[in-house]
């Protein structure tokens, strides 16, 4: 049973680029979560997706964009990538429902030159 | 805007020590989660803590809910260096169920 799975594990991008970021939840699990974690800090929650639409939506400007496909894979998408921009991002699935656990994936590092 | 503040931020202790790491709020939470996170990997849930006042064991580690469901803490007995990670609380806020909102993390050390 596989777990959570993201895509690219490292990704290297310039200033102004854009990014697309790629989730596959655990088996069974139709719910995904983006969090940015910078270097030291806990992750930041950034939005959820649920039925293909956004569901919530943390602190994050619209340079930061996502989606859900039928098979409740998930993108995260950042466009005109900012030097701050330079973090892990953390995919996390669950089921739906109150206190379910989250599974999260090894995320992918993403550095702005 | 809910925030959770974790202490201390750094803790390196000898193999066989025992340990608390706090977990503070000031807004109340309904349910709140420990996560471990080793580097390189991503977080891995430990337990989570729903009813306040509530206590849960996971073999040398004890986890306790404050009364009301704005702080937590994590006890460890007897460290290993196998405990050695950043630890992490995370809680699912009141109001919104689906936004689950962490805390800075506590870098723990063991050593041998």
């Known amino acids: 049973d596989a777990g959570v799975t993201q895509s690219p594990t490292h990704l290297i991008k310039t200033r102004g680029q854009q990014v697309t970021l790629r989730c596959s939840p655990k088996s069974g699990h139709d719910t995904v979560s983006w969090y940015q974690q910078a270097l030291g800090q806990g992750p930041q929650f950034i939005f959820q997706y649920y039925e293909e639409e956004e569901r919530q939506r943390g602190n994050f400007p619209d340079r930061f964009s996502g989606h859900q496909f039928p098979n409740y894979s998930s993108e995260l998408n950042v466009n005109a990538l900012l030097l701050g921009d330079s973090a892990l991002y953390l995919c996390a699935s669950s089921s739906r429902g109150h206190y379910q656990p989250q599974h999260f994936g090894d995320g992918t590092r993403l550095s702005i030159l | 805007t809910q925030l959770l503040e974790q202490s201390p931020q750094f803790l390196s202790i000898q193999e066989g020590e025992n340990l608390t790491v706090y977990c503070n709020s000031s807004?109340?939470?309904?349910?709140l989660q420990w996560y471990r996170q080793e580097p390189g990997e991503g977080p891995v849930l430990l337990v989570t803590?729903?009813?306040?006042?509530e206590v849960k064991k996971l073999k040398r580690l004890t986890f306790q809910f404050g009364d009301a469901r704005k702080d937590s803490s994590l006890h460890i007995t007897a460290a290993q260096p196998g405990d050695t990670g950043l630890y992490l609380c995370?809680?699912?806020?009141?109001?919104?169920?689906?936004?689950?909102?962490f805390g800075p993390g506590t870098s723990l050390s063991v050593i041998p």
């Open positions: 803590v729903v009813t306040g006042g």
């Open positions: 995370a809680g699912e806020a009141k109001t919104s169920y689906d936004k689950v909102i």
């Open positions: 807004s109340v939470f309904s349910s």
